[in-house]
């Protein structure tokens, strides 16, 4: 094939194609066997903007009682941009640019979870939603603006941009059902997407996302309904 003669535009489609291949993960989840500091996924957002409010979705199963990280989302100046990261034991927090509000979830037995973190800017609201019911709501660096250019990782809590992993905060267990939102969910919204519903997810879509995987990562049929 003579690439001199094809247009231009064929050119930048076919390269963005190759570059960035979407994968339909519906009905799987990335399984992180083993505690690790080099194993995670690295997810790439269908857009790249700055952001005034967010939800992310995701389901996660883990018999870990230590500290892990859940969703890390991070630029070049704010590592804990935005943080879904368990404490320990039934504690919880949601970080927004490096600042970050405690959550007391419910115990539960050794089952999958599923979360939805949401956040607003001109309110300064934060809520988490665990297995379909509300945490109390908090009070979040209200006025604040998510930087764009970022880093989402899964399996693994940054440090640095892209790195600074430690082992003691990786998460082992599975993760999967990943959704992400560029505005705040309604408590509708939500509901619909805990009982497997779908909302156009404009940010990251599990049944069409894009990520590199690294280290000792294996996709495997989800073990939840």
């Not at 994968?23 to 903007?49: C, H, M, R, W």
């Not at 250019?149 to 430690?166: N, P, Y």
């Not at 779908?198 to 069409?208: E, K, Q, Y």
Request: with cysteine; aromatic share 12%; hydrophobic share 40%.
């Amino acid at each position: 094939m003579n690439m001199e003669k094809l247009p231009l535009c064929f050119l930048v489609i076919t390269s963005l194609s190759n570059a960035l291949p979407q994968n339909d993960l519906s009905g799987k989840a990335f399984v992180f066997p083993k505690q690790s500091q080099d194993s995670y996924v690295t997810l790439i957002p269908q857009l790249e903007k700055s952001l005034n409010a967010f939800t992310v979705c995701l389901k996660v199963y883990s018999e870990l009682t230590r500290s892990y990280s859940l969703f890390s989302f991070a630029t070049q100046t704010r590592y804990n941009e935005i943080l879904l990261f368990h404490e320990g034991n039934s504690k919880y927090s949601l970080s927004v640019g490096d600042v970050g509000v405690p959550f007391q979830v419910p115990e539960a037995s050794f089952e999958p979870r599923h979360f939805c973190a949401s956040w607003e800017s001109e309110s300064g609201i934060a809520e988490l939603w665990v297995d379909g019911k509300p945490m109390a709501r908090k009070s979040l660096n209200k006025g604040y603006v998510v930087g764009k250019q970022s880093k989402i990782i899964l399996g693994q809590e940054q440090d640095s941009f892209g790195g600074g992993f430690d082992e003691k905060q990786s998460l082992v267990g599975d993760i999967g059902d990943v959704f992400m939102w560029d505005f705040a969910l309604s408590p509708t919204e939500i509901n619909i997407i805990y009982t497997g519903g779908t909302f156009s997810p404009n940010v990251l879509d599990w049944r069409g996302l894009n990520f590199e995987k690294k280290g000792y990562v294996v996709i495997k049929p989800k073990l939840w309904v």
